[in-house]
């Protein structure tokens, strides 16, 4: 019996060996039958092998300066642009793997031990989700589903695509596309667009508490979001900390502080409306538009033959200094503030009934008005709805809940209840400006500011606008009769009415324009005083002596493009011409008479570095070295006593306490030499100053979108008050920066000078007018 009983046992221990074989092999059957299935498309299609080699994301355009620092980015719904693993942070690393998959080095894309815990334990303890996983579903499969059955085909797809990642990538790539590809909300696609829009640095800067808080994202951005949820996501953040500590990746010392830590988000939006250079920008999307449509993509495949701007990720490398971009955005705000709240000011509806236009009829008001609104959104939009001409009128004469710019607010919006009626005229009051600077030598374009907030004012006043140019145009007057009659800025003209008849130079009627405080002192002026006192009859002399045709041949060559009549008036600035081509065409008197295009892309690359576009410089010699120094010399004498002397003076300051605003003042003093030239147009319209230093020149305008909307006098209404201020704190801001190269020397004088620029044994018999009103042309013609 006992022997039977023995017998038996054995018999039985051996079929649960047979068995335990028979169903470990059954399960590594099913399991290889599941990946073969899986990989056989059974559960749903896979991505080929050449898309798992070569991932598809769409990546951001990026525009870089010439400082290396990126200005912004193009992209529609992804503003995605991908770091390597090497421009990750340790800690940030280390916070991914000790919070997500802290077997991570050690499996090949299925953590076999998470697995078992999850089945074992329902998924209670935690998943068994490696980030090879999670890539492989950010990647190809997608938002889990809530069917149950479509949820486990997914996981399956999952382990399989895991697999292969890990099979055709390296543990540090899959990391690094892990990061690049993770969506963590609020227009932040990517670890370097995260770390920029929250911290406002690269993802190299971030230190471990920042590192710990954006890996808790990883967990659900859209809920754990630091700008709607902060508590929330930083006792995230401190689970983060806490398996950095359990993984030995910091200490327990270490936690316990960083954990202490409060929140210090420094939310930084990146959107196309805000931002540094967001004028520039979208001059820039404009270019590359053009620059697509000529140069197609070599086509490969079924690929589109055309680079998309938005998704490509083309790196453009512009001529923009970051930090001379900001203290130009910086002098605008900082100027423009101040003397809006002194045009407010002066049009308040007791002081003026018609604010904010002056000195016009009503028809010319009502035709204003009538304009704006057939041209406003608002409009076109109610029109292509198929609403009547009468119920779009009607609704400009509703009150609607509106957010307008407003200067005084630190957001510079505010919110208010307007008719769109209103709101037109409410943004009609605002003073528009347009600021560019340049390298002359090279053409290159340092800093470019089209208006004062390009959310709420999107015309760009730096190319797309063009007013007159008031005085600034004198000075070619001046080049071309020095050039052309060999004429010494020591040269002397009487201070007399000057008139050019009928029939010469295009005239049909007799010129004769005014100085602009309409006397005449009878005395002579060098060509020097003449041009810093803005004397008009001694500029009509000139144009009446080299003649209108030979001025017009000249700024063409300079660069100026737009309709110029060969007409005498145009001496006094009567030509409409935009801040660009201005500063290119003054460029040329910095660079020893070479005119240089300006430039603001020097090379376009795709998204793995191959060049696609490398400028070529555009030049034309126009003026020799004599002649355009000695219009430097000319333009130096403006700084040094006429209408720009107050760069090198401090002026006054102006205390309205009804405005809390002080008015602008003049705390240059400026020692170095500055050529320059200020310009006014008729009515105070528009307010001018360009400005020079050896290897920087510099443009500013400011004026109203109508010519309607301006100062009363000449006080604040001339471009001494206006737009040299602008220049003025700009320089200031620059200088302070010694990096950047500003020159504070002389401009280079021609070894052989040939043209008699010493005026001192000459004398005119006129005393120097700094008089600050002294720079208004009375356009008369």
């Not at 307008?404 to 409410?426: A, G």
């Not at 309709?563 to 201005?582: C, F």
Request: charged share 25%; glycine share 6%; proline share 4%.
């Amino acid at each position: 019996m006992a022997k039977q009983v023995k017998k038996k046992t054995t018999n039985n221990f051996s079929k649960f060996i047979l068995w335990f074989w028979i169903l470990f092999a059954s399960g590594i059957a099913i399991v290889a039958l599941i990946f073969l299935s899986a990989s056989w498309g059974l559960f749903g299609e896979l991505p080929p092998y050449e898309y798992l080699e070569n991932p598809q994301t769409n990546l951001a355009s990026q525009i870089i300066s010439s400082d290396g620092n990126l200005l912004g980015k193009f992209y529609l719904d992804d503003n995605r642009t991908d770091v390597k693993f090497d421009e990750l942070p340790d800690n940030l690393v280390n916070a991914l793997i000790a919070t997500e998959d802290a077997r991570f080095q050690d499996h090949s894309g299925i953590d076999a031990r998470g697995t078992l815990r999850a089945f074992a334990y329902l998924g209670s303890k935690g998943g068994a989700s490696t980030i090879s996983q999670q890539l492989a579903r950010q990647l190809f499969v997608g938002v889990r589903s809530r069917s149950k059955f479509d949820a486990v085909k997914q996981k399956i797809k999952e382990w399989v695509l895991a697999i292969r990642l890990e099979r055709s990538y390296t543990k540090e790539e899959i990391i690094s596309m892990y990061f690049n590809i993770y969506d963590f909300g609020n227009n932040a696609d990517g670890i370097r667009s995260a770390a920029r829009i929250y911290f406002g640095k690269e993802p190299k800067d971030l230190k471990i508490e920042e590192s710990a808080m954006l890996v808790g994202m990883f967990k659900n951005s859209s809920l754990f979001n630091p700008m709607r949820r902060e508590e929330m996501v930083k006792d995230r953040r401190d689970v983060v900390l806490a398996q950095m500590a359990k993984y030995d990746y910091i200490t327990e010392t270490e936690k316990d502080s960083l954990q202490a830590l409060k929140m210090d988000i420094n939310y930084n939006p990146e959107t196309h409306s805000v931002g540094l250079a967001t004028y520039f920008r979208m001059y820039l999307q404009r270019f590359m538009k053009d620059w697509i449509d000529k140069n197609p993509k070599p086509a490969i495949g079924d690929e589109p033959d055309k680079y998309n701007l938005y998704l490509d990720g083309l790196k453009i490398y512009t001529t923009i200094d970051s930090k001379m971009q900001a203290n130009a955005e910086e002098a605008v705000n900082e100027h423009m503030t101040k003397l809006q709240a002194e045009f407010f000011h002066q049009n308040t509806p007791d002081r003026n009934k018609t604010a904010p236009f002056l000195d016009i009829t009503p028809e010319e008001t009502k035709s204003i008005m009538e304009r704006a609104m057939k041209n406003s959104e608002r409009w076109k939009i109610m029109k292509a709805a198929g609403k009547s001409e009468k119920e779009i009128r009607e609704s400009f004469d509703k009150k609607t809940e509106m957010t307008v710019f407003d200067w005084k607010s630190p957001t510079k919006e505010k919110d208010t209840v307007l008719t769109p009626r209103d709101s037109i005229r409410y943004y009609k009051a605002f003073l528009r400006t347009a600021m560019m600077s340049m390298e002359p030598q090279t053409g290159h374009v340092k800093a470019w500011v089209g208006g004062i907030n390009y959310k709420h004012f999107q015309y760009d006043n730096v190319i797309q606008g063009a007013r007159q140019a008031g005085s600034t145009f004198k000075p070619f007057v001046y080049a071309a009769a020095i050039d052309q009659l060999r004429l010494s800025p020591c040269e002397t003209r009487p201070d007399t009415q000057y008139c050019i008849e009928a029939g010469k130079h295009g005239n049909v009627e007799p010129w004769c324009p005014r100085n602009s405080n309409l006397k005449y002192s009878g005395n002579s002026y060098t060509l020097k005083k003449a041009l810093a006192n803005s004397v008009n009859t001694v500029t009509a002399q000139l144009i009446d002596e080299v003649g209108p045709k030979s001025v017009v041949s000249m700024v063409r060559n300079l660069g100026l493009s737009g309709d110029i009549l060969e007409v005498p008036s145009i001496a006094l600035g009567t030509v409409d011409v935009n801040v660009y081509e201005m500063v290119g065409a003054y460029g040329a008197f910095a660079n020893q008479g070479v005119y240089v295009k300006p430039v603001m892309v020097t090379r376009i690359e795709n998204k793995d570095g191959t060049v696609l576009y490398e400028y070529v410089p555009e030049t034309k010699d126009v003026l020799s070295k004599d002649v355009s120094y000695a219009i430097l010399d000319l333009m130096k004498g403006v700084t040094q006593g006429g209408s720009g002397t107050r760069l090198r003076t401090t002026g006054f300051n102006k205390w309205r306490p009804e405005y809390d605003e002080i008015i602008t003042g003049y705390p240059y003093k400026l020692t170095n030499p500055i050529a320059g030239k200020t310009g006014t147009t008729q009515n105070n319209s528009d307010g001018w100053f360009m400005g020079m230093v050896p290897n920087l020149v510099t443009g500013v305008w400011v004026g109203g979108e109508e010519r309607a909307v301006h100062f009363k006098s000449i006080t604040y209404g001339q471009g001494a008050s206006m737009a040299l201020p602008i220049w003025g704190l700009y320089m200031t801001k620059n200088y302070a920066d010694e990096e950047l190269g500003i020159s504070k020397e002389d401009f280079e004088r021609p070894s052989n000078m040939s043209i008699e620029i010493d005026c001192d044994k000459f004398t005119e018999g006129v005393e120097e007018n700094n008089d600050i009103e002294d720079d208004l042309e009375d356009l008369d013609f």
